[in-house]
């Protein structure tokens, strides 16, 4: 059942190249989610190693990795992407252990997608052109792209090296450089990503990795740092907001994909079995921590019933369990903070009015580990705190509909705008609604599918700034116009 030997790894800082041993021993503990065991210890660096590690990627900027050739850069890295894919099971492994995620869903919708990030950006980099305007024959105009220097990549925990990928990638396209801090939860597969990179032939100094937390550690010191350019982060919006102030007296440029309480909207004339077996997984996947999850279902009153039977009986099929298991659909939560911030939520539906349709507990025969039952929440009002507050768990909240009108209302009656999606059959109904939803993403008839050449992002408190394709360039790269009077 188990491919790989079940190991975790010490996850040390990777500066200019190599491994740097924990200063003045400052270390932290790494925990396994699921068995509330030790894994292994993370060193936590010290202001002086993120000056240590920006100043690397400074140096790098025009350094070695300046005289590299598009072509040589997209070689380097597609080469990145092929030694993930031949390390597939430790990363997944190593993902496994560290979110409580199943196994099989780290291979498929983390480490394979990751490895896809870097596969699509070095064939999209070869593709990319410069503006070029001739200006009634007085004068030319054209552009001439840069890097924009030293990124920093602040990272979430609940798609640690998908996330990271989907922001390495593009800033290495653009010969740019990264000090990538991970979250304190999820440190190893950011830890060997490093050196996987060092083997596809990145010069020193272009990647590096700090481990630490956000308040007056690595995440802080990294926001306020003068050198560095540019700001990434995906994660909490209050968070976002707290790098903002950071980075706001030297003026970075940042791209935020923040929080979501995202709607789903099903109108009676879609497929209704095909709406289920996707709900299932939008509501669900990774234990709910998935920012683009639809935590608000919104159902057309005349297949109420209907929906709620059939979604209530396949929640109730899902396994939850050893994220080693192959039978498992559902892990555990990333950690016991966490777990208890979800199980109050839960209280708090009940509190408010709720009826728990299932789930709403931990699962009897889980002994240890952070787990949770899928929870169906039907009955709350909409101005409840489970309706209002982003949960990030395995629990959704339903409501009947009556009109289209009335459901837009309800889709954009949040501070967040990052996902949605609308279920129906009607061609024009479904532009009509699409248009009128205040969201990043809007998905009609699927969830989760994603072009990498399209814009990603969030409205609102969900975020600021585009990322996917040319967007992903707009932010990893700097543009000078020169004009040229004939």
């Known amino acids: 059942m188990r491919q790989v030997q079940l190991k ?78 031949e390390n597939l099971e430790q990363f997944a492994m190593l993902e496994a252990l560290d979110t409580g995620k199943p196994y099989a869903l780290a291979m498929e919708m983390d480490i394979k997608r990751a490895a896809h990030n870097f596969h699509f950006f070095a064939d999209y980099v070869t593709s990319l052109g410069n503006e070029a305007y001739n200006q009634d024959n ?27 990928t989907w922001k390495l990638a593009p800033c290495l396209a653009a010969g740019s450089t990264a000090v990538m801090k991970p979250a304190e939860l999820t440190p190893m597969t950011a830890t060997m990503l490093a050196e996987i990179c060092k083997q596809a032939g990145v010069p020193n100094g272009v990647v590096n990795v700090v481990h630490g937390f956000g308040k007056d550690s690595a995440g802080a010191y990294l926001s306020e740092h003068p050198l560095v350019d540019a700001i990434t982060f995906t994660g909490e919006t209050r968070t976002g907001t707290t790098i903002m102030k950071a980075a706001a007296p030297t003026l970075k440029k940042v791209s935020f994909e923040l929080g979501g309480k995202n709607p789903a909207i099903i109108f009676a004339d879609s497929d209704i079995d095909e709406v289920v077996e996707t709900t299932l997984h939008s509501s669900f996947r990774n234990q709910g921590q998935v920012c683009l999850c639809a935590s608000r279902i919104y159902v057309e009153r005349s297949i109420m019933d209907e929906f ?179």
Request: charge should be negative; proline fraction near 4%.
């Open 138 to 164: 007085i004068a030319l105009h054209y552009t001439v792209t840069r890097p924009v220097g030293v990124v920093a990549m602040i990272n979430p925990w609940n798609l640690p090296l998908l996330l990271l």
């Open 308 to 486: 709620l039977q059939k979604f209530v009986a396949r929640t109730e099929e899902l396994v939850v369990g050893d994220p080693f298991d192959a039978n498992t659909n559902i892990g555990a939560v990333i950690g016991k903070e966490h777990y208890e911030k979800v199980m109050r939520y839960i209280e708090i539906a009940r509190e408010e009015g709720g009826t728990i349709l299932t789930g709403g507990k931990r699962p009897a025969h889980m002994e240890k580990g952070y787990f949770i039952e899928p929870t169906i929440v039907v009955g709350l009002d909409e101005n409840s705190r489970c309706v209002k507050e982003e949960i990030f768990g395995p629990v959704v909240t339903v409501w009947p509909f009556d009109s289209e009108e009335e459901v837009i209302g309800y889709a954009n009656d949040t501070t967040y705008g990052l996902g949605a999606t609308i279920w129906t059959n009607d061609l024009r109904r479904a532009h009509r609604v699409a248009g009128q939803i205040e969201s990043g993403i809007v998905w009609v008839n699927t969830w989760y599918l994603r072009d990498l050449r399209t814009p990603f992002g969030g409205m609102k408190q969900s975020g600021i700034g585009r990322e996917g394709g040319a967007h992903s360039f707009e932010f990893y790269c700097e543009q000078s116009n020169v004009t040229i009077k004939l």
């Open 8 to 85: 975790g790894i010490d996850c040390r800082n990777f500066i200019n190249g190599q491994y740097v041993e924990a200063a003045e021993d400052r270390k932290f503990l790494n925990i396994n989610p699921a068995t509330e065991e030790v894994i292994g210890w993370v060193a936590e660096a010290t202001q002086d190693e993120v000056d240590f590690a920006v100043k690397a990627a400074k140096a790098a900027v025009k350094g070695e990795w300046s005289t590299y050739t598009v072509k040589q850069r997209s070689q380097i890295i597609r080469k990145i992407g092929d030694l993930i894919l």
